[in-house]
């Protein structure tokens, strides 16, 4: 059975993103025609025709703010969670500021940077336990830009919906994390010729108040835990991590489940077996073996566990629902993908019916994040939306529709955002 705090998590959570209007919305404006979309958004619609089925005009109102940090939206205040509008995701490296918030339990309510301790152990020949300090003497030190994504990055958009945070799209972030490799400490260590798995373990209190459970515990292979752009962070863009992104240590793995990249960190142990903490189980970060109906219930044991997480797109100029006074505008944003590159992203303003090849940078390192522009020339006044679509190196795109799952996870859809141009 799930525990009291992964029940509380999936249940029902009000969409706080107006800005592309909550489900019910949506689901009335899909059946509308053009004359009330256009009503709706405040000007006609050039390429409506192009519009596909079930599609609703992306823009519609402003975000919220959160207190500490710079216009995030809170979809939960018990535990945290916020994420950050698109258009404050226009920095090549995010700010801590601007860095989304994703809480399973109740961060410690105290921490000593100089006194705090990680243990490594489980099935390894040298155990030990290092401070921050120790981490900084005996161990490389190495900053690099690394994307963190929440596994529900997304959710808002499934229909039929799923239980959970409702994110839309600004569960996603790239920092710049200091700290050492989490292979070399691993190393250090000597796994045993068994392991197959790590497993991860914070100082995060459960919502509950009960001391002795755990609120979520999990791991990686141990492949990808050996990887060079895996770390245990002490540092986010030049300053100590800031309390709700992990404070004072932290693991940062890019390419899988943010839940991965474990927060308030005190404990990784290797295993000889996957490891099967809280959240590691049932449909906890899991997804369907195979292509599913939307709605359709799924046999637990069909469930697989989220790895490499799929090629994804953010628009981050112009903003949502913006008002362009000119008819050229220069269109940007980021690409990721799991542990893969980007190679190439397009943008269309017809509703897909033709496509542009955008600029595209190299990512600054692996497991960063890479930018993209183009210059957008609009042919009349009216309402448009920008779409961006971007491909793999393995030659994977994003695709217009979701790929619908139980739990609401990897949503790597088209991100649009609507315009009305004078």
């Known amino acids: 059975m799930r525990d009291d705090v992964e029940a509380r998590e999936e249940a029902p959570i009000h969409d706080a993103t107006p800005d592309v209007a909550s489900p019910e919305r949506r689901r009335l404006l899909a059946g509308a025609g053009i004359a009330a979309m ?185 492949a990808k835990a050996l990887t060079d752009d895996a770390l245990i962070a002490f540092e986010m863009n030049g300053a100590p991590l800031h309390p709700m992104n992990g404070a004072p240590l932290r693991l940062v793995i890019p390419g899988y489940p943010g839940s991965c990249s474990q927060k308030w960190l005190t404990r990784i142990d290797l295993r000889e077996v996957v490891h099967d903490g809280p959240k590691m189980t049932g449909d906890a970060y899991r997804v369907p073996n195979r292509p599913v109906a939307p709605g359709e219930e799924v046999a637990k044991e069909d469930f697989v566990i989220i790895e490499r997480m799929p090629v994804k797109s953010l628009v981050t100029n112009p903003a949502n629902g913006a008002e362009l006074a000119e008819r050229t505008v220069e269109a940007r944003g980021h690409a990721w993908v799991g542990d893969r590159t980007v190679a190439k992203v397009e943008v269309s303003i017809d509703f897909g019916a033709t496509w542009m090849d955008a600029a595209l940078d190299d990512p600054v390192n692996s497991g960063a994040w890479q930018n993209w522009r183009a210059e957008v020339v609009f042919p009349q006044a009216g309402y448009y939306e920008i779409w961006a679509r971007a491909t793999d190196s393995e030659g994977v795109s994003q695709p217009h529709a979701i790929a619908w799952n139980p739990k609401g996870y990897v949503n790597n859809s088209m991100h649009r955002v609507g315009v009305r141009v004078a």
């Not at 006609?44 to 940090?69: Q, S």
């Not at 205040?77 to 509008?85: G, L, S, V, Y």
Request: proline letters at 7%.
């Open 38 to 222: 256009s009503a709706a958004v405040g000007a006609t619609i050039p390429f409506a025709t192009n519009l596909p089925e079930g599609f609703v005009p992306a823009a519609f109102a402003a975000e919220g703010d959160v207190e500490g940090k710079d216009g995030l939206t809170v979809l939960n205040d018990r535990p945290m969670n916020a994420e950050t509008p698109a258009h404050l995701l226009d920095d090549a490296i995010t700010p801590t500021s601007r860095h989304f918030i994703r809480n399973n339990g109740l961060p410690p309510d105290s921490v000593d940077a100089a006194a705090w301790t990680v243990e490594i152990g489980g099935h390894v020949s040298t155990p030990a336990t290092y401070t921050i300090d120790d981490l900084k003497k005996n161990f490389e030190v190495v900053t690099m830009a690394l994307v963190i994504e929440c596994g529900g990055n997304g959710r808002a958009f499934f229909d039929p919906p799923a239980s959970g945070n409702q994110w839309t799209v600004g569960a996603v972030a790239c920092s710049e994390w200091t700290g050492v490799r989490l292979k070399d400490v691993l190393e250090k260590a000597g796994p045993a010729s068994d392991v197959v798995y790590t497993a991860h373990y914070g100082a995060d209190g459960h919502l509950s108040g009960d001391a002795s459970k755990v609120v979520i515990s999990r791991g990686v292979p141990i």
